[in-house]
C-alpha cells in the first residue's frame, strides 16, 4: 500500500541529560514564569524541599501529597494550594502519579507544567489524564493536560527500586507495542518506539544487577521518553484497556500489572497483526509474546496476576467490565477471548505466540 500517514507534531519541549535539575530555573523563568509550586508523592518529599531550596524565590513552596491513580480529592487540596501559593506553574517532579497531579491542577487551573520524570511510566508527554472518584477511574484527552516542558535527569533516576525500574520499563514498553499497531502510527512514532526497544533491551539486564549504572540509566530514560512520546500521539488499544480496567476497578499496581499483561496482550494481538510486531520479536525473540515473557523472566519481572493480589473470582467481572465499552483493537475479539488471556495472566503462562 502507498505510503500515507499524519504527523501531528510535538509540542513539548524536552531537556535531556545528566545533571539538567540545575536548568529547571531556566525553564520556569524561559516560560515567563516567577513563582512554581512543587509536587511530589510523600515518599519524594525531601528530593522536592531539596529543590525548592534550589530555586529560592522561584519556589511558592511544595505539595508532597500526590497519590496512585490521580484521586480527585487530593487535586482539590493541591488547587487550593497551588491558589493559596501565588504560583503561576506547577514543577511536578517523580513518577506517574505526581505528573498526574499537575496534569489534574493544568486542567483545572490553566497552568503551566515543568515534568521532571523519576520513573519509566511515560505520563510526562502525554495529553491523557486519568482520574479516581468513588472508586472509579475515568480518563480524558485534552491539549490543556500536556505538559510544557520535561526536563530528563539521569540522576533521579539512580535511586529508582531495581524491582520498579523492570514493571516501569516492561510499562513503557506496553506503548510501544500498542504504538506497533496503532491505526494513527506515523513513521517518527514508529522509528522512536523501534530504538526505544533496542535500549530496553540492552539496559534492563544491566540495571538488574547494577541499578547505579549511569549509562544504562541514561539508555533506559531515553527509551522511556520516546516510548511516552509515542502513547502522546497514538491510540492504545486492547492492553491499555484491561491494565486500566484491573487498576481501576481492582486497586492492581499500575506498573506491575502492565508487566504482566504485556507478553499476554502483545501474544494475542501478535496473532492478528505478526508482521506489525517484528520490531518486537527481532529485539525480544521470536514469537513476540513469548519472546517478552522470556525477558520479563530474565529481568525478575512479576510474571502472575495471582502474585499482585488479584483473586481467581475477580477475573470474570474483569472480563465484563472490559467488554463494556467497544474500542479499536487489531484483533476482534469475544468475551471469552478476554477471559481466556486474564486467566493465561493470572497463572503467569508462558504464551505460544
Ligand atoms: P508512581 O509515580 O506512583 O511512583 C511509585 C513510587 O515510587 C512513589 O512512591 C514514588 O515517589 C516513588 N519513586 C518514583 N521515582 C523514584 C525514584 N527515582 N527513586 C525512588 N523512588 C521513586 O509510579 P508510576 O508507575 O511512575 O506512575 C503510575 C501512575 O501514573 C498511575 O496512576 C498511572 O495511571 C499514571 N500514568 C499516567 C499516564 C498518562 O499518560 N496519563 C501514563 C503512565 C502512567
Not at 501531528?8 to 523563568?29: H, I, K, N, W, Y
Not at 499500575?254 to 508482521?275: G, I, W
Request: glycine share 8%.
Amino acid at each position: 500500500m502507498t505510503r500515507a500517514f499524519i504527523f501531528p507534531g510535538m509540542t513539548t519541549r524536552v531537556v535531556f541529560g545528566v545533571g539538567t535539575l540545575a536548568q529547571v530555573a531556566d525553564e520556569v523563568a524561559r516560560l515567563g514564569h516567577s513563582r512554581a509550586l512543587i509536587l511530589s508523592t510523600p515518599h519524594q518529599e525531601d528530593q522536592a524541599q531539596a529543590l525548592a531550596s534550589t530555586l529560592g524565590p522561584l519556589a511558592a513552596g511544595v505539595f508532597a501529597g500526590a497519590a496512585m491513580h490521580t484521586p480527585t480529592d487530593v487535586t482539590e487540596t493541591a488547587v487550593a494550594a497551588y491558589k493559596a501559593s501565588g504560583a503561576t506553574c506547577v514543577v511536578s517532579l517523580g513518577g506517574g502519579s505526581t505528573t498526574g497531579l499537575g496534569k489534574a491542577i493544568a486542567v483545572r487551573t490553566g497552568t503551566d507544567q515543568v515534568v521532571i520524570p523519576t520513573t519509566y511510566a511515560g505520563s510526562e508527554m502525554t495529553d491523557i489524564l486519568g482520574e479516581t472518584a468513588g472508586g472509579e477511574k475515568t480518563t480524558r484527552r485534552d491539549p490543556a493536560i500536556r505538559p510544557e516542558v520535561v526536563v530528563y535527569d539521569v540522576d533521579l533516576t539512580l535511586t529508582l527500586p531495581v524491582a520498579l525500574t523492570m514493571t516501569s520499563a516492561l510499562n513503557a514498553i506496553a506503548h510501544a507495542m500498542e504504538a506497533f499497531y496503532a491505526p494513527d502510527r506515523n513513521p517518527v512514532i514508529e522509528a522512536m518506539c523501534r530504538d526505544a526497544m533496542r535500549a530496553f533491551h540492552t539496559a534492563l539486564p544491566v540495571l538488574q544487577s547494577d541499578p547505579q549504572n549511569r549509562d544504562a540509566r541514561a539508555e533506559a530514560l531515553y527509551a522511556a521518553w520516546c516510548c511516552s512520546t509515542a502513547l502522546g500521539q497514538v491510540s492504545m488499544a486492547l492492553h491499555h484497556k484491561l491494565a486500566h480496567v484491573l487498576g481501576g476497578s481492582f486497586g492492581m499496581p499500575h506498573s506491575e500489572t502492565h508487566a504482566v499483561l504485556l507478553p499476554h496482550t502483545t501474544a494475542f494481538n501478535a496473532a492478528a497483526v505478526p508482521d506489525l510486531l517484528t520490531s518486537i520479536s527481532d529485539v525480544f525473540g521470536a514469537p513476540a509474546g513469548a519472546g517478552l515473557w522470556d525477558f520479563a523472566t530474565r529481568i525478575g519481572a512479576p510474571l502472575r496476576l495471582a502474585d499482585l493480589g488479584l483473586r481467581e473470582p475477580d477475573l470474570d467481572r474483569a472480563a465484563d467490565i472490559a467488554l463494556k465499552n467497544a474500542y479499536w483493537n487489531p484483533r476482534p475479539f469475544t468475551r471469552d477471548d478476554i477471559r481466556d488471556l486474564l486467566q493465561a495472566a493470572f497463572e503467569g503462562r508462558r504464551p505460544t505466540t
